[in-house]
């Protein structure tokens, strides 16, 4: 296994798989630098090489987080979709990411662990946001004629699908009354401005 991961000629990838591997099935308790070169098969100083230390690997896992929370937040989108289609496929995919992944949702948004001023990162939380900017323009509600009123109907946005993805990944929606509930039955529905 270690030549064959090895010789792939891309160490840093590996580990950054690796990490992502570990998360899903064990947690973040359990991902460090030492177990991700374990898993890859080098020694457990070759990761030093690549991201520094452990907040350099949670970055760059992290970011790729990002970038499979855009894919998802785009998953089965017709080529020219509505609004509505947009902010739909944004919110489900949100959600069904945060279920599917949940140790790496909560690297993700975790306070501390991660170097918010990466590029890389910083590019995928963008990448995010500007599907939460498309899915939010011109929203018909109380704020549309506020100052930075597209600001405010994306941070709404994401504050409405993010705090229903916690809900849900804290157990909060598991009684019975709650349980069938996907987020698109609780959102409002909001109309578009012209």
């Given at each position: 296994?270690?030549?064959?991961?090895?010789?792939?000629?891309?160490?840093?990838?590996?580990?950054?798989?690796?990490?992502?591997?570990?998360?899903?099935?064990?947690?973040?308790?359990?991902?460090?630098?030492?177990?991700?070169?374990?898993?890859?098969?080098?020694?457990?100083?070759?990761p030093k090489n690549h991201f520094?230390?452990?907040?350099?690997?949670?970055?760059?896992?992290?970011?790729?987080?990002?970038?499979?929370?855009?894919?998802?937040?785009?998953?089965?989108?017709?080529?020219?979709?509505?609004?509505?289609?947009?902010?739909?496929?944004?919110?489900?995919?949100?959600?069904?990411?945060?279920?599917?992944?949940?140790?790496?949702?909560?690297?993700?948004?975790?306070?501390?662990?991660?170097?918010?001023?990466?590029?890389?990162?910083?590019?995928?939380?963008?990448?995010?946001?500007?599907?939460?900017?498309?899915?939010?323009?011109?929203?018909?509600?109380?704020?549309?004629?506020?100052?930075?009123?597209?600001?405010?109907?994306?941070?709404?946005?994401?504050?409405?699908?993010?705090?229903?993805?916690?809900?849900?990944?804290?157990?909060?929606?598991?009684?019975?009354?709650?349980?069938?509930?996907?987020?698109?039955?609780?959102?409002?529905?909001?109309?578009?401005?012209?």
């Amino acid at each position: 296994m270690r030549d064959k991961k090895y010789h792939h000629g891309n160490l840093k990838e590996a580990l950054i798989e690796a990490g992502l591997e570990i998360l899903s099935e064990s947690g973040l308790s359990d991902l460090s630098l030492r177990t991700c070169a374990a898993r890859v098969g080098v020694s457990h100083t070759a990761p030093k090489n690549h991201f520094g230390n452990m907040n350099g690997l949670l970055t760059a896992i992290a970011a790729r987080g990002y970038e499979q929370l855009a894919e998802h937040m785009r998953r089965g989108l017709p080529e020219n979709p509505t609004r509505h289609e947009v902010r739909n496929a944004a919110f489900e995919g949100y959600v069904d990411f945060a279920r599917a992944q949940p140790a790496l949702f909560e690297l993700m948004y975790s306070s501390g662990r991660t170097n918010r001023d990466d590029p890389a990162l910083k590019a995928g939380v963008g990448a995010c946001f500007e599907i939460l900017r498309e899915a939010s323009m011109n929203l018909d509600w109380d704020k549309a004629n506020a100052p930075n009123a597209e600001l405010r109907s994306q941070i709404m946005s994401w504050s409405l699908v993010h705090g229903f993805a916690q809900l849900l990944l804290a157990g909060k929606l598991d009684k019975d009354a709650t349980k069938a509930l996907g987020v698109l039955d609780v959102v409002p529905d909001f109309g578009f401005r012209a």
